[in-house]
Nanobody, 125 residues
């Protein structure tokens, strides 16, 4: 099955950190921009971060700038989202997605080629 596979979600206290991982299953990341999008209960889905297929362009939503860092490991075909200084408002299901378009598609919450099933991040106050 062609799909990104997320891991690393969980429960953390405000101010804490988590690292999400997104591994490619059935395809290789270097052909796609890889994004993280999240959806909180009752809220619209939001593009959080993205790394371009060439890995030289990154995008961060204003709400996470300075706190989240996206990176990639080509050898492991894995993209990471390091989340620090977490806030209760970061609570959401986080999805990894791959797009043949550029990171602008993630910023616009646009069309993705592949979606993961999501991993829940809960930040307690």
């Amino acid at each position: 099955e062609v799909q990104p596979v997320e891991s690393g979600g969980g429960l953390v206290q405000a101010g804490g950190s988590l690292r999400l991982s997104c591994a490619a299953s059935g395809f290789t990341f270097h052909d796609y921009a890889i994004g993280w999008l999240r959806q909180a209960p009752g809220a619209e889905r939001e593009g959080v971060s993205c790394i371009s297929s060439s890995h030289n362009v990154t995008y961060y939503a204003d709400s996470v700038k300075g706190r989240f860092t996206i990176s990639s490991d080509n050898a492991k075909n894995t993209v990471y989202l390091q989340m620090s200084s977490l806030k209760p408002e970061d609570t959401a299901v986080y999805y990894c997605a791959a797009t043949h378009l550029k990171c602008g598609a993630v910023e616009r919450n646009g069309v993705m080629d592949y979606w993961g099933k999501g991993t829940l991040v809960t930040v307690s106050s």
